[in-house]
């Protein structure tokens, strides 16, 4: 019994050995971020524009329905989004946008601290969404 | 019939059917891009492959192989689908893969197809084409280099609209579809070719980047423009009308649409709709509650007792013509009437004095099938668009022979082989009854069992063909080849369209298209038929309702003539805007002063403005109900948006009248249909449910003369002024709710007016100048058209424009003596 009981404790202080805690003293100390992680949204830019042409593929597949997509032809006649809205609320983060996207105008960040004081504030839309 | 086995399945099919047609008959899919199924077959894609037993070693386009008894066909194999792939990957060496900004992207055949045969790389390589998009005009947007050279849009331009705006130039790999001198598109913007294309490159340009077809909910419903009652569906989304989306499967139009149709529906979503009533008070049009609204109108209604007079239009639906009906009977006035009060008698007197019924005696498919057809007057490819490309299907598919007895020339007479009898204005009553004196004389008429032959045959003493041919300006042959033409034709048409601009002689012309249908045995024969065609979406459905003066009542001219000298007091007008539409504008202002005016519209038209309460209505597409159109086909109307603001449907709105005047009104629109279909003769029996797909034609497909009397008509009267001024509807626009529409106004924005090449140069005119006319009662002034189309002397303006005033020297003559001012 006491075999036992020396083994699990040593797992224990194993632990609490420095180097070897799981703890992140946040915000202090920040976790390393997975190359795949999927944090908040990014509208891709181009030169003079953004590079979404508003084909309205992502707000048909996002299952949480938190995009709003309007088109609008612009001076030059190509198809752009006049307004381009993710409801970060709403939001289940599951990336279905991104890969649904035929030409790689939206991808997602590592940002994940999110937090607002306001339910309006967690609209992004187009300007913020570039900026990001 | 022919027996064939199609992937193992017994299939019976007609002798003249493609392998493509019965597979589909038998419910097996084989893919398509060039075939379309009011085409003729032209296999140009080469995507419907199939092998034939019998035809071993290659394979068979099925869209372009008729069947043969015995045939054994497989539509998928190995070898089928790597031919397919591969056609498939051809078209995409050239095909820019613009999904993502094209408006097609969901539906497209191109894409689907890819899809389907999971092209993913492409063995070939090429240059993607980078040619000039058309996009000079305002509704169809040309992108050709996303054609896949089906030919559709040309073959749908020539064998169904008869404009041939398309054609295919260059060789091998520079072939695309081109406009002549590969100019921007400048046709009659139809938009067939936009409905046709299986992929990209011909698109609606009103619809450009407003939504993908996947968000758009459909609605089928029926055009509310003319009566030809063409089914459309509604693309709705954001509660507004997006676009008109492609719809052959219901109605009787195949899908087939004209401008309006296609193009004309903006008004619906127009931020100027009324949406609120409007009561005058101090003068001045101000928002009201509903309930004052209607307490208004109540006290007006009882202050003028039956010094009342109610107009409708021919677009309400029959269960709002039915409540209406019902509230002039609660108010206990018989002055009721609907579209001006003339225009329509050749209906319900004409027809109604000769054969005893008040409606075309067939249905638009049987033209189809004509061997001859006599179209009197109007031009239908401008009056009723979709009808003109039915009579189109007759010449070239079953080589009818076209008459047009016609003051102008038109889209008709330059059909294959149509026979123009171009006359003198006013004049086409004259050619009729010779037409009838023809058939008397050479022995060529029917006469079993009609009466008053011998008071006709009197009648039209005076009408011999030659003595009309030299009064009219026609070649008396030609009358005489008519007249033997409609006799011999084992099935022919006659058709006769009426409107507000076509008030003239509308009983007289109604009763000579009778005589003739009678002597001829067109009405009521199988397969023939006489049509009365009229210009509202449901002006058939009103004259079957009865919204006529009564015995005791009088009709709109002689209404609004009273209410202008103060004899008739009070006024209701049920979407209609006579100061803009109707013949005399100056006597209709003046009645419209002088009564306690209630007006019930869409927008604050001119005649809105006088009112002294203005009760805001609902659309076509916001309401639901029934149309009847002009061959008598009953369909449903289905609401697709939800009205904006306080505005109601006409319906609710005669419940809330009816309710104020203590009468019971039916609940829903259905229970309105079931009280109407009890009363109204020809309708009793028929149920909501039998209004299928195709609708319902009441009185069957051949509705049968009740008496077969001929009745003599007087000839009319030319005009011998040098300059004569002919008023009509042009083929952009229908009555004035078109002109709020930005389809058609992108177009035809402003009034004009008409003049031939030889005039213009003797008046030194050119296109676009202003040009003034002096007639009786006034001057007109509007911008000069140019064109081909007209006699010497004779020049032509629409009646659409209110802002013209051309109703202030239109007082329903038949033409006018004009005089240019310089």
Redesign the interface.
Known sequence: MFKAFAKGLSITLKYLAPGNTTTVQYPKERCEIAPRFRGQHRLVPTTDREKC?????CP?VCPAKCITVE???NEK???YPKVYEIDMLRCIFCGYCVEAC??EAIEMTDKYELANYKREQFIFDKERLLKS | MVNLTIDGKQVTVSKDATIYEAAKQAGIYIPVLCYAKKLLPYGACRVCLVEVEQMKGRLIPSCTTPVTEGMVVTTMSDEIRKVRKTVLEFLLVNHVVDCPVCDKGGECDLQELTYEYEVVTNRFEGEKFDLPTDEVNPLIERNMNRCVLCGKCVRVCDEIVGYGSYSFINRGFETKIATAFDRGLNCEFCGQCVSMCPVGAILPRPFKFKARPWQLKEVDTVCGYCGNGCTITLGTKDNEVQTIRFNDETGVNDGNLCIRGRFGYSYVNSADKLTSPMVRRDGQLVEASWDEAIQAVSDGFKAAGDSLGIISGARLTNEELFLLKNYSKALGTENLDHSGGECYKGVTEGLQETLGIKASTATFPQVEKCDAILSIRSDFYETHPVFGMVVNQAIRRNEAKLTVVADKLGKFTKLPNARTLLHKPALELNIINAICSVLLEEGLAKTDGLEGLDDLKKGLKKFTAKAVAKETGVDEEAIKQTARELAAAENAAILLAYGLPYTAYSKELGIAAANLSLLTGIAGRQGSGLYLCGEKANSQGAIDLGILPGAKGIGAQQMLDDASTGKLKALYMVGEDPIASYPNRGMVEKAMDNAFLVVQDLFLTETAAKADVVLPAVSFAEKDGTFTNAERRIQKVRKGIKSKGDAKSDFEILQLLLSAAGKDAPATTTDAFAALTAETSGYEGITLDMLGKQGYVWGTDILKPVTSKLVAVGGGEASKSKYQLLVGSALYHSGTVSTKAKGPNAVVSEAYIEVCREDAAELKLEEGDLLKLKAEGGELKAKVKVDRRLPQGVMFAPYHFSAMELNRVYTGQPVIAVEPVK
């Open positions: 042409v508003a084909c309205y593929l048909t088109s609008a032809e006649g190509e198809k035929p030409i």
